[in-house]
Nanobody, 127 residues
Framework: VQLQASGGGSIQTGGSLRLSCAAS????????ISWFRQSSRNEREFVAG????????RYADSVKGRFTVSRDNTKNMVYLQMNNLNPEDTAVYYC?????????????????????WGQGTQVTVSS
């Protein structure tokens, strides 16, 4: 199984970035896919996730209204559109996959339950 995150970069406050996560080696529609981030100040935190069949999105309160998660099951891809970025969004962003079992709909924010992780992509927002 491989998850490949891309799309990070350096941007100024108020700008936008789109992250992509390419998945391979798994039955994509069996997995709930999420984005987490980790900075030097904070431990790994949930950002957004999306269910495989209903495409139901979940968001951390800190990104609601600014970030949009989506997936394309025909391409095994998940995206994170990030708008109105601010310096607090600076972090390494990871995509992760977990089985879409009965607990996925309400325990999507627990990073310990994710089976597979990508390598991370750096997002740096300057003021």
């Amino acid at each position: 199984v491989q998850l490949q995150a891309s799309g990070g970069g350096s941007i100024q406050t108020g700008g936008s970035l789109r992250l992509s996560c390419a998945a391979s080696g798994l039955t994509f529609t069996n997995y709930f896919i999420s984005w987490f981030r980790q900075s030097s100040r904070n431990e790994r935190e949930f950002v957004a996730g999306i269910s495989p069949n209903t495409n139901t999105p979940r968001y951390a309160d800190s990104v609601k209204g600014r970030f949009t998660v989506s997936r394309d099951n025909t391409k095994n891809m998940v995206y994170l559109q990030m708008n109105n970025l601010n310096p607090e969004d600076t972090a390494v962003y990871y995509c992760a996959a977990r089985r879409n079992d009965a607990t996925a709909r309400y325990r999507f924010g627990d990073y310990r339950l994710y089976n597979f992780w990508g390598q991370g992509t750096q997002v740096t927002v300057s003021s």
